[in-house]
């Protein structure tokens, strides 16, 4: 007999290794409990990264670049039209009664700002029209919502047949945002404990993963983060963790989980104060598989990232865990995870899940 076949829908095709990390988590669980994942990708079904170069002139660019953070938005119109556009052959094309349930997550971000609030509709009022349960599994929220993002995530929050959220905080605010009930379920790369882990391996250096720009940028309000910095000035604080390290005897190893992380490691490691300690850096160029990505996370005594899925991964392999705080997710990461073990994580999402499987059941 067959095992019965589980769409999972998430961002599995991006060049985010903690992306990767999730979904492998979720394919593990859904073996653990005898079912045939099958995944496709939320947003799209390919995404091309094209890495972006680093220019550091504090002068007109990064004048423009303040404009744009302050005054730029783009037509959410226009560009939910294109996304529905683009995606509609491909979802049309999958057979959901093919499949007992549907999972859409986990990891996403329920947000405004990209086309997560389209993406989301589209994808479970189609389940539903196709009459199969579809639940919404280990996201999270963000802090601020337009009146049509809200309109859109709370008509597929309210249809979904179940809502796990991971991060505490965020049950409230779905409730607040978008009248929708939800539970706890504990961020689902967590599923791949033990089996990640590698015994018996030596700490032999550090891990200081300088995270995008692009992030700091992005989340600038929503931290609260006091004055802007600089490009310049934000690569400052990398280049002073890697000092630090390394005048305290450490080995430092540059490595990164997105493409875009891997220019700013990569630009940093090449800087002239850098290189005059290169003897004792090392340097990831490219972007690594989550295979090899965990590889090199064996051997690290402690983490440093702005990314929470490199945190996580870290914390699974018993590294020395070193946030940067870049975003809210950081901040619920330390509240809700960072004190208690892996063993008991994995064990909180088994019952979860188990209490989900039982409704589907039904």
Sequence with gaps: MFPDK????????????????????????LREN????????FDAELKVVRAKKIIIKDGVRDKLRKIKYKYLTSNIFFKYLRWVLENKKRIAAINFSEYKF?????????QAGGTFPI????????????????YI?????????GHVDKQLISIALNKSDGLFLREKRSIDKVNTFFSANALYIPDLAYSLYPSIVKREVKKKYVIIGATSYYVYMKNIKEINAGEYKSLSDYIHIWVELIKKEV??????VLASTTIDDAVLNEFIYNMPEIKSLN?????????????????ILAQAKRVYSGRMHSLILGHINGCEIRPIRLNKKIDYYLDEYSDRAPVEIKKEISDVFNTLNK????
């Design 137 to 145: 599994l280990g996201v999270g929220c963000a802090e601020k919502f």
């Design 279 to 295: 003897a004792s850096i090392t340097l990831v160029k490219d972007l690594t598989s989550l295979d090899e990505y965990l590889d």
């Design 119 to 134: 993406a989301l509709f589209k994808w479970v009022t189609d389940i539903k029209r196709a009459r199969v349960p579809v």
């Design 6 to 29: 589980v769409l999972v829908i998430n961002e599995n095709c991006s060049d985010n290794i903690g992306d990767h990390a999730i979904n492998e988590g979720v394919k593990s669980l």
């Design 102 to 110: 549907v999972i859409i997550g986990g990891g996403q971000l329920i």
């Design 247 to 252: 005048s305290s005897g450490e080995k430092v």
């Design 359 to 362: 409704d589907v059941k039904c």
């Design 34 to 41: 005898g079912f045939e994942p099958v995944c496709v990708g």
